[in-house]
């Protein structure tokens, strides 16, 4: 389905400034199909944050919970919510989400509404508080905060009835408005089976999908966050990227038909009638909380450069979970991994070699460049866009650089604001006075990262190969990823 550029303040909000707002002889290209909201928009510019794993299950050396655990064993050496926020930053981290309440249904914050909580545990003398600690040291370093609550409780007495339901929202209601702003609310998708649930314990099956009334948490949480993603639940901001390995399908499209199953989360579906873009979830450990016997099993910098590409590099966002040890810190082992990758990463990404570059276009939307050019491509904002005339689907634009340039990464955006519109994509280098193809792509999306062989050339094309409407492109850099250490 096609809207009308009018519509785009309805989609993204009506604070959301588009350079399309001047008055222009030229009208912009018709949105495509579903497209972003203005927080998602926002959730996408955030790109790769982390999960913060700790709970009781650190100090049982568990990674499900019973709910039977006795709150007196939550009890941290050292805790220091600036450390974690301070080594998910230098790892290039851009948030953190805290698992206030895992499964088992210890919370970690002085809940009104069950004694099962970190008042009853040692630390500070039943005086702390591990989500405000947590929220005001990232507000103190501008890193985002969000939390993870989860649905099952397999604590609670009345876990399946209505009382729990009650509980639940009361429960949500307190971190949405009690903690600063969230930018994302998690809820896991583990729902029901066996628990301690009050020392009855047993079995409670519910449907996830009913039980836990989402329409009222949705209500909950934009009465006090109207800012904050939603991720897995009906009607949620973001969905799953299919996997727990840090990877999505390929390729991978922001929109998705629904209901869907979780089989087909990966690859999303083209055309699909919402915008819910995929979130890659991955730990640096084999496990999501910390474990000794895990140490020696941590992420290399090499391999969280591997996820890096296969999430953010095809246009979802990555989460990775940095699980604090029985101290209430980040590992010196983790700590080293993720001071690895951000140099990694700075040393890929932190010089475009396109900078510079000259472009020429086969069209230009009504052959307003100023509006619609090629040049749009090498401009600071990620989403102006170099745009061509209705009728024109298969464009190309000649990228020309300063020098002879060596490089083995591509980046291609689209304007997403405009829909995803691009199903194939081609780059050439000119490699002794001919054309050669160096890399193909069935999407662009948000983000499209393409490694190839090194390749040294002064002169580039990009081909639109495939698109039902006429192409918006945003971005285009050329990177040179050093050789793995």
Same mark, same amino acid.
């Given at each position: 389905m096609v809207h009308r550029s009018l519509l785009i303040g309805v989609l993204l909000g009506a604070t959301f400034c588009l350079p399309w707002a001047k008055a222009h002889a030229i009208e912009p290209p018709l949105i495509y199909g579903a497209?972003?909201? =203005?927080?998602? $928009? !926002?959730?996408?510019?955030? &790109?790769?944050? #982390?999960?913060?794993?700790?709970?009781?299950?650190?100090?049982?050396?568990?990674?499900?919970?019973?709910?039977?655990?006795?709150?007196?064993?939550?009890?941290?050496?050292?805790?220091?919510?600036? =450390?974690?926020? $301070? !080594?998910?930053?230098?790892? &290039?981290?851009? #948030?953190?989400?805290?698992?206030?309440?895992?499964?088992?249904?210890?919370?970690?914050?002085?809940?009104?509404?069950?004694?099962?909580?970190?008042?009853?545990?040692?630390?500070?003398?039943?005086?702390?508080?591990?989500?405000?600690?947590?929220?005001?040291?990232?507000?103190?370093?501008?890193v985002k905060f969000g939390i993870y609550v989860s649905p099952w409780d397999r604590n609670h007495a009345e876990y399946g009835q209505d009382g729990y339901v009650r509980t639940y929202h009361e429960q949500i209601r307190e971190l949405a408005t009690n903690y600063g702003p969230l930018f994302e609310m998690w809820f896991d998708g583990a729902n029901g089976g066996s628990g301690f649930y009050g020392g009855k314990r047993g079995k409670r099956r519910i449907d996830g999908a009913t039980y836990y009334r989402w329409d009222k948490v949705v209500q909950i949480i934009r009465a006090a966050q109207p800012d904050c993603v939603i991720w897995g639940m009906p009607n949620a901001d973001a969905r799953w990227g299919g996997s727990e390995q840090g990877i999505v399908g390929d390729p991978c499209w922001a929109t998705i038909n629904l209901p869907a199953p979780e089989s087909q989360f990966s690859h999303g579906h083209r055309n699909g009638k919402v915008w819910l873009p995929a979130e890659a979830d991955v730990s640096i450990r084999p496990g999501w909380f910390y474990h000794a016997g895990e140490d020696s099993k941590v992420k290399t910098p090499a391999k969280l450069a591997e996820i890096y590409f296969a999430s953010i590099g095809r246009g979802a966002n990555l989460i990775l979970n940095i699980p604090p040890d029985r101290r209430g810190r980040v590992h010196d082992t983790d700590l080293t991994a993720l001071n690895g990758?951000?140099?990694?990463?700075?040393?890929?990404?932190?010089?475009?070699?396109?900078?510079?570059?000259?472009?020429?276009?086969?069209?230009?939307?009504?052959?307003?460049?100023?509006?619609f050019g090629p040049g749009k491509l090498l401009d600071s904002d990620s989403w102006s866009a170099w745009a061509t005339n209705d009728n024109v689907t298969d464009p190309s634009v000649n990228i020309t650089l300063k020098r002879a340039t060596k490089f083995n990464v591509i980046r291609l955006r689209e304007d997403i604001r405009s829909g995803q519109r691009i199903e194939g994509i081609a780059i050439d280098a000119m490699v002794e006075g001919q054309w050669k193809q160096i890399a193909t792509a069935g999407n662009v999306g948000a983000c499209r990262l393409l490694r190839v062989p090194a390749i040294t050339t002064d002169q580039l094309r990009v081909r639109v190969t495939k698109s039902p409407v006429s192409p918006m492109l945003s971005d285009f850099g050329l990177f040179l990823e050093p050789a793995a250490q």
């Open positions: 497209a972003p909201s =203005q927080r998602q $928009l !926002a959730w996408h510019e955030l &790109g790769m944050y #982390g999960f913060v794993h700790f709970t009781i299950n650190t100090f049982t050396d568990r990674e499900w919970g019973n709910g039977d655990e006795s709150p007196q064993s939550f009890n941290p050496s050292d805790f220091s919510a600036e =450390q974690i926020v $301070l !080594a998910a930053k230098a790892g &290039g981290l851009r #948030g953190l989400i805290l698992t206030a309440k895992h499964h088992d249904g210890f919370c970690l914050w002085p809940t009104k509404t069950t004694p099962h909580n970190i008042s009853k545990s040692p630390y500070k003398a039943g005086q702390g508080d591990i989500v405000r600690e947590m929220a005001e040291a990232c507000k103190k370093h501008d990758f951000k140099k990694w990463f700075d040393a890929t990404f932190g010089n475009n070699l396109a900078a510079g570059a000259t472009c020429q276009a086969s069209n230009v939307r009504g052959e307003d460049a100023a509006q």
